[in-house]
């Protein structure tokens, strides 16, 4: 009997999911939103982007001069960051995930409401979360922390921005409708735009977008503590938080959206829309505020969040209205374990095992390709580990 109990609550345990459940609730109070099965397209899509940030764009950025194909040295040269202005896919991969955060908020908070959780508890749980993922941030982006050299510790992070935004999100969706949603993207959007080109930094003037002269970069300066990864400024700093959150809030619009009563071609073609409108005010914009993603000025985040809602737009038309899901698989359980993955390619050397693993194979290929293959082996690693996750139901969370 005892045996039987633990089994059953070891069960229960393995089963709970991570970073945001896509399940829908059992309850909704808004008009106009139904119940819906989980959308493989969001865990999909997240996978997507993980693979990304996993050994996909180093592969694909080793690929370059490999081959006598103009379109794979393209490709290459997309998986590195411009100097400053200007955009490049790889500039895409972290706001898509900022997105995609956005997108699971409206399953996972109104699954809460329907199983009796109050605002104040919604509220403690995000900042819980909030808390869990900066500290997290911290020890990814310092290891091993300079614990006894605090000036040599950086702050700031990925896994933090997160954190950060999901926290105000969950704080805007809990207490805004969509319209007052959208008047909160535009207000953060203008303002920053304002800040930047208003506000006078000492030494340089008001307006100065360079490298040196920005305001982004002074206000680090004054008031982020620690290291700051680029000396003079941190592109994770503290005033671009505000225009990231906007790439949260644009996915929870679009989690609304898919969790609504519309037939499926009308939030397809409002996911088209709404992708095709950010992206033009974005290059607009971008004629007197260059698409920056050290900055992230305002047009950039149109940009990516418009980019955001066609590559949503595109995996949930496949998909989830189409069905076509084998394909999806793959990047499933990638998504599934976003936060194990991501904090795992840091701590093991996937590259080191696959050289240990696969070198004998391709040790007869011409050296400029064993950095290609020992990369390639590394992603192979990380899905294998990941899909070993998956079969035992076992999913990371905060």
């Known amino acids: 009997m005892m045996l039987s109990v633990i089994s059953k609550q070891w069960k229960q345990i393995k089963n709970k999911v991570v970073f945001g459940s896509l399940s829908s609730p059992k309850i909704d109070n808004e008009e106009g939103i139904k119940k819906s099965k989980r959308l493989l397209s969001i865990d999909a899509l997240r996978g997507f982007d993980m693979l990304l940030i996993s050994g996909g764009a180093l592969f694909i950025g080793l690929m370059e001069g490999k081959t006598d194909y103009a379109w794979v040295d393209w490709m290459a040269g997309q998986m590195t960051h411009p100097a400053w202005n200007g955009f490049t896919f790889y500039d895409f991969i972290f706001p898509l995930f900022l997105f995609i955060a956005g997108v699971a908020l409206p399953f996972s908070i109104n699954k809460g409401l329907s199983i009796g959780m109050d605002k104040k508890l919604l509220y403690r749980k995000g900042f819980r979360r909030m808390l869990i993922l900066i500290g997290l941030g911290i020890l990814y ?3 091993p922390v300079p614990i006894f050299e605090p000036s040599q510790i950086r702050f700031v992070s990925v896994l933090g921005r997160i954190g950060i935004a999901a926290f105000i999100t969950t704080i805007l969706y809990l207490n805004f409708s969509w319209k007052e949603r959208i008047y909160w993207i535009t207000g953060i959007l203008i303002l920053y735009y304002a800040a930047l080109f208003l506000i006078p930094v000492p030494g340089y003037g008001a307006g100065d977008l360079s490298f040196e002269g920005n305001l982004v ?3 680090d300066r004054q008031l982020l503590p620690g290291r700051l990864l680029q000396g003079t400024y941190d592109e994770l700093g503290l005033l671009t938080q505000f225009p990231a ?3 949260t809030v644009m996915g929870s619009l679009a989690g609304d959206l898919l969790r609504s009563n519309r037939n499926e071609n009308n939030k397809l073609l409002l996911l088209f829309g709404g992708g095709v409108f950010c992206i033009i005010i974005a290059l607009i914009w971008s004629a007197h505020f ?6 992230w000025s305002s047009s950039y985040i149109l940009l990516t969040g418009g980019m955001a809602y066609l590559f949503l737009f595109i995996f949930y038309g496949l998909i989830d209205v189409l069905n076509y899901r ?10 599934l374990n976003s936060l194990a993955i991501y904090l795992g390619y840091r701590f093991i050397n996937f590259e080191y095992t696959s050289d240990l693993l696969f070198s004998g194979i391709y040790s007869l290929a011409p050296v400029t390709w064993h950095e290609v293959f020992e990369a390639f082996g590394a992603m192979i690693l990380v899905w294998l580990v990941l899909y070993f996750l998956y079969r035992n139901k076992i999913f990371v969370k905060v």
């Open 217 to 219: 970069g002074w206000i």
């Open 245 to 247: 959150l906007c790439l």
């Open 141 to 143: 982006k310092n290891a």
């Open 326 to 335: 084998k394909w999806a698989f793959f990047f499933q359980v990638i998504g």
């Open 290 to 295: 260059p698409i920056n993603k050290h900055l």
